[in-house]
């Protein structure tokens, strides 16, 4: 199977030096060929790439997207029968339209079967956003609405009030892609490549871990242990004050009450069985990207709220994040009703949390965090 992996960008947004990081850092081992198109600007050095072992293909004469479809079609079909590569990386002209260089790999590939499209990465200078959507207006904002990941150059240059309004712009134009964050230095290409393939999702990774179903939203019981309440009073306020042991690192939070009486954020009938979180309660997930910086005191305050008791947020389940710190740190968190952890870490390619429950407040929750 052959990956397809796009990179567009306008002229010096860094998408030369992205791909090279990438091989470097995340593409070892692969039987590589890029696909490059050097309308008005300087290609890869070719030095790097022989030392890499990477074939390449130029293009010098026009945008692939625009006038060389049909040129551009001929070098992907001999690239595929010639090489058979793992991996594809086709870098087109920074002036052309992103949906046009899709459409022409898409034809190419109904020819072939064993050939995938991985990726539509846009790298975008975050100091000049603003200005680009202003002057290029159809050219530069289609790069941003076709692609599923966005890579931001530069955020080290920009203080977060910029960066946030950049983001801001960015989300106007396309709010489901990717949006990477950090500054390149700080992560390597491995992360950068998780977040293109969508392969590192924090949201999935805690109904998995959950056991929650990311179709219908319920419990499935499975062969493992879970971790389950009894209370001969039928009150229990989830993991609030209880006297006996609990052991969270179990992931599964369930209550038995003979009266029918839970706290978790429910009201239930007394001539209803026994109330399960896996049985009765259709769980949703929000999963959430945020450049924010937080200190340790404001994360502590915000996890605090939200495994307090009540229904102030819906009812909480759990609830996992990996976010910036302001003194250039990262913390990861964790949290279950009445307990939340947080601990210093490494850095991802932006600020990302995700919370499980039912009934989720999701602007409540996007306030507390402050997304």
Request: glycine fraction near 8%.
């Amino acid at each position: 199977m052959t990956k397809i992996d796009i990179f567009s960008g306008f002229l010096g947004a860094g998408k030369t030096t992205l791909i090279k990081k990438l091989i470097s850092e995340a593409f070892q081992g692969e039987k590589l060929v890029l696909i490059e198109n050097e309308f008005g600007e300087i290609g890869i050095d070719g030095g790097f790439l022989k030392d890499s072992g990477i074939n390449i293909t130029e293009m010098n004469s026009g945008c692939i997207c625009c006038s060389l479809v049909g040129d551009f079609g001929t070098a992907l079909n001999e690239v595929l029968e010639k090489y058979a590569p793992d991996r594809i990386i086709i870098e087109p002209s920074g002036v052309g339209k992103l949906s046009d260089v899709i459409k022409a790999v898409s034809a190419v590939m109904e020819d072939h079967e064993d050939v995938e499209m991985n990726g539509y990465v846009t790298v975008a200078d975050a100091t000049k956003c603003k200005m680009y959507m202003k002057n290029f207006g159809e050219f530069y904002n289609n790069q941003i609405e076709s692609a599923k990941t966005i890579v931001l150059s530069r955020t080290g240059n920009i203080s977060d009030e910029k960066l946030d309004a950049a983001l801001k712009l960015i989300k106007e134009k396309n709010d489901v892609a990717a949006i990477i964050t950090t500054p390149w230095d700080q992560i390597d290409g491995k992360q950068i490549l998780g977040a293109i393939e969508q392969s590192n999702s924090l949201e999935l990774e805690l109904l998995e871990e959950e056991d929650v179903c990311p179709e219908c939203g319920h419990h499935h019981d499975h062969d493992h242990e879970h971790h389950h309440h009894d209370h001969e009073d039928g009150h229990c306020c989830c993991g609030h004050d209880h006297d006996h042991d609990h052991d969270h690192e179990h992931e599964h939070h369930h209550h038995d009450h003979e009266d029918g009486h839970c706290c978790c954020g429910h009201d239930h009938d007394h001539d209803h069985e026994h109330h399960h979180h896996h049985a009765d309660d259709v769980f949703t997930s929000m999963g959430m990207e945020t450049p924010h910086k937080y200190s340790e005191e404001e994360l502590t305050e915000i996890l605090k709220k939200l495994s307090a008791e009540g229904d102030a947020y819906g009812s909480i389940l759990r609830a996992k994040g990996i976010v910036p710190a302001v003194e250039g740190e990262w913390f990861h968190f964790d949290l279950v009703p009445g307990e939340y952890e947080v601990r210093r870490g490494s850095a991802d390619y932006t600020g990302r949390l995700c919370v499980i429950g039912a009934q989720l407040k999701e602007e409540e929750i996007k306030a507390l965090f402050h997304i």
